[in-house]
């Protein structure tokens, strides 16, 4: 099964369990298909809220972002 254009979601949160409820730094486009068990890598850069509190926070990133990917067979 092969994939188009896809968005990558990320989010931060003050736990492991990252959800869409957590806090959200932004989005990044994954264009072209990638084959079955294929990887791929990339790198974004994220703008972390400057009001956050201290301590220690996860970020995340969230694959199918928009939940609408157009696979193929």
Do not use: C, W
């Not at 990252?18 to 079955?36: E, K, M, N, V």
């Not at 790198?43 to 995340?60: C, E, F, H």
């Amino acid at each position: 099964m092969t994939a188009g254009n896809n968005y990558v979601n990320y989010y931060l949160s003050t736990d492991a369990n990252i959800t869409s409820a957590d806090t959200y730094l932004g989005q990044q486009l994954i264009s072209g298909s990638l084959a079955t068990g294929a990887s791929s890598s990339t790198s974004t850069t994220v703008m972390v809220p400057g009001t956050l509190a201290p301590g220690a926070y996860y970020i995340r990133a969230i694959p199918d972002g928009t939940n609408d990917p157009i696979e193929t067979n």
